[in-house]
Each structure stands twice: as C-alpha cells, then as structure tokens.
C-alpha cells in the first residue's frame, strides 16, 4: 500500500514539474514571437514611412561647398535623428570673405630680362577668414512621395564664428634702395598705396604666421532640397542666408568704412549619407 502511495505521490509530483517547464518553455517562445513581430512591424512601418516620404535614418553625416556672395566657403555637418520630421545638427564651417569692391590690378614686370605677369588688390589690408561651429534643426516641410522625388527641408541655428585676419602683402620696387620688397600696409603705408611701385601680391604664404583672431557668433537660415535616390544618400542643394557680428571692426579694404556686421547669401551642394 505504501508503495503504492509513494509512486502516485511521485507521478503526481513529475507531472506538475513537466507542465512547469512546458508553461516557462510556451512563455519564453511567446515573448520571442511577441519582440519578432515587433521588430518585423517596426520595420514595416519604417518601409511605409518612407515610401510616404518621410526620411528614416539615426544619424547622417555630410560634407558641403558653399558658393556666396562674398566669397565662398566649406562645411562637414552631422545630423541625429530625433522626431519623423526633426533632425539636430552640429556643423563646422570654414571660408573666406571678401570686400564687394575688391579689384584685381594686372602689372608687367622684368625681372633678369623676363617680362613677369601679375596681379594684386589694391588697398586690401588683410585676407578675412572665419571658422564658425554652430548648433541647430533640420525640420522636414515636405517628403519625397517617392523614392525619386525631392525632400524639402528648413534648416536654422546659429553659433560662434572666429574672425581670423591675416596681413595682406605686396611685393614693391623700393625707389629708396632700388630693391624688391614684400611689404603690408603698416610696414610703409606710403608705399603701399603708391600704383606706380607695386609689382604685385607675395608670396601665397607670405603673413600666415601673423594671422589675428576675433570672436563673434553667427546665425544661419536655408531651404534644402534632398534630390538623393534613396534614403541613405544625401545628396542636395541649398538655398540660404548667413548672418555673423563680430566683437570689432573688420579692416578688410582701405577707403571703406570698417563694419563688425556681416550678411550673405549663398548656394550649396551637399552631399553624404545617411545610416
């Protein structure tokens, strides 16, 4: 009888631990199915957002070239997904700026019985150049429809700019010594404003080592037309505006006013991708 008892008390036991396992092993096999569907419907939805339009990616990095009104100027950006609609951006931005009255002057000269053809700007004291980091959005207006549509795009913000003057040369005929010099404008102002002793602009590296640095900040506004074939490609053009105010003047021509105030506009093409 007691064994009797023993073996149902043990079959009762082995059933209730075998139904155990097949309960943690069905619950374990549902939370499977339940995260798969959910990765299959999160990337359905993805496909479907897309082929709507919208732009679906985590991060994109691109590189640009900037044609402005005053010169022109080159940027890397990088972007992190953040909304459907929504994008945060971090850039940096490198270019030069020129004044709008700015004219090249040709000169002929000899040199050890050759004529030597030349150039330079007559009256420009320094070479402006800036390095601008900035923050902002990037706010989808309208999605491609299709994968060969255009992607519409506002894009805004604003940061600070590093004004970075360096000392314009020129190359004279010294009627003192009767030699050729490479002169700036606080060296003999005299002479550099004298036509009748410039030869031409120095050397391209001539004054680098004594480039100034003033502080400013900027702010940015443009419309871009995402024209990619697909979603992972950025490829696009730019429409926009800049804005930057700096703590000084900027002496950039002699005979005009100094501003501390700077605005442009500019076309850009740009290009990266997206992941």
Known sequence: ?????????????????????????????????????????????MIKQEEEGALIFQKQGAFGFKFNTDNWSMFYEHGKYKTITKTNLWWLEFGERKHPKEEKVPTLSASQGFLTISSY?????????????GLGQQVLIGGKGNKNGVAV??????G???????????????????????????????????????????????????????PGAHARAALR???????EVLSAMEVGVNAEYYSKSMPILLLNPEKKFFFNAYIALVFGKRK
């Open 121 to 133: 700007i007559y009256g420009k004291q320094n070479n402006f150049y800036y390095l601008k980091a």
């Open 1 to 45: 009888m007691e064994v009797k008892k023993l073996f149902f008390i043990t079959f009762i036991l082995g059933s209730v631990v075998v139904s155990a396992q097949q309960k943690v092993k069905s619950t374990g096999a549902d939370t499977k199915q339940i995260k798969k569907n959910e990765r299959r419907e999160k990337i359905n939805q």
């Open 225 to 231: 037309f995402d024209y990619g074939r697909y979603n």
């Open 160 to 214: 600070l700019s590093a004004g970075l003057l360096k000392p314009y040369y020129i190359e004279i005929q010294n009627p003192g010594t009767n030699k050729r010099e490479e002169i700036k404008y606080t060296d003999n102002p005299t002479l550099f404003l004298d036509p009748s002793v410039i030869i031409g602009k120095a050397g391209i590296g001539k004054g680098f080592n004594e480039i100034s640095f003033v």
């Open 153 to 158: 795009s506002a894009i805004y913000g604003g």
